[in-house]
């Protein structure tokens, strides 16, 4: 039985290192202000939004393919071969980069456009860490993350286009426009893609209809599905906290997962947003 390794980004959710369980983080870089920054290696949490917050010149960034090919490298000396899930390959071109490399390694590395990112693309890397444990082949892992990319589904509430237009997500005018009137977005990842879902005219409206977006589809697409449910937030802990109990009384169902999202996700959103969404669960069956 091959000895198989897990290797994701940090837009995961997940930090650090786990050797022990066969996990390993690639770290999403960031350049502010000029300077190149890793998410609690030399920039903490409430320094980031200071400066955020403060007007910085903030942009996300690909690792270079010489950090990936480090990681991977010291991974195969302890492991047989590494499967490599990235975020999705609608939201960064980290996987085509991963893809291209990973022809240098001889079938060794197995790179999944699994259509994930943060709570979801951890959820993933949960799957695939139990099946390996299970003795599962690396193909048939592969080929599960594959089959199941689009059972998920995320909704996300918005409170200010700024941040959006700042990434170049909006045009400027579109940025304008909907902050002349005061518009708070509810936006929508399906099938790895970043979309528009709603508008609203307040932040409390934006999570109404992500609590209800969910219900439905918890009810319909996920109905005969075992699934975890999940929130997200930027910055605003104490806010997460009271949507937790709100979205938790409407589905009847417990939150298992709640995350701050990256910085490296931050960045695209700014403060204070909140995200609920759903995936299925390989690892409660």
């Not at 910085?56 to 990681?71: C, L, M, N, R, Y």
């Not at 499967?83 to 060794?108: F, N, R, V």
């Not at 951890?122 to 690396?138: D, I, N, R, Y």
Request: proline share 3%; aromatic share 8%.
């Amino acid at each position: 039985m091959k000895k198989i390794a897990i290797v994701t980004d940090s837009n995961s959710g997940i930090q650090k290192d786990d050797k022990e369980q066969g996990l390993f983080v690639v770290p999403m870089p960031m350049v502010i202000d000029g300077e190149e920054y890793f998410e609690n290696v030399n920039i903490s949490y409430d320094e980031f939004y200071e400066k955020q917050i403060g007007g910085s010149d903030i942009k996300t960034a690909q690792p270079s393919v010489g950090d990936i090919q480090e990681i991977w490298d010291n991974v195969l000396k302890d492991f047989d071969c590494i499967i490599h899930i990235p975020m999705s390959s609608a939201l960064s071109s980290t996987y085509d980069t991963a893809k291209a490399l990973a022809q240098d390694y001889e079938g060794k590395v197995y790179v999944v456009d699994n259509k994930r990112i943060a709570c979801s693309l951890k959820l993933s890397v949960k799957e695939a860490l139990h099946m390996a444990k299970q003795g599962k082949e690396a193909e048939e892992i592969v080929k599960y993350l594959e089959d199941t990319k689009e059972l998920t589904s995320i909704y996300i509430s918005i409170p200010t286009l700024a941040y959006l237009k700042k990434g170049g997500r909006l045009t400027p005018a579109a940025a304008l426009l909907g902050t002349m009137l005061s518009i708070k977005p509810v936006l929508q990842i399906q099938q790895g893609k970043l979309d528009s879902f709603a508008k609203c005219f307040s932040v409390n409206a934006t999570r109404v209809k992500i609590i209800s977006a969910l219900k439905k589809d918890l009810e319909t697409r996920f109905a005969d599905k075992k699934v975890t449910v999940f929130v997200a937030f930027t910055k605003d802990k104490e806010e997460c906290e009271k949507f937790v109990k709100q979205l938790e009384s409407e589905i009847g169902q417990k939150v298992e997962i709640v995350d701050d999202l990256s910085l490296s996700i931050a960045v695209h959103i700014g403060p204070g947003v909140i995200a609920c969404g759903c995936s299925v669960d390989s690892t409660k069956e």
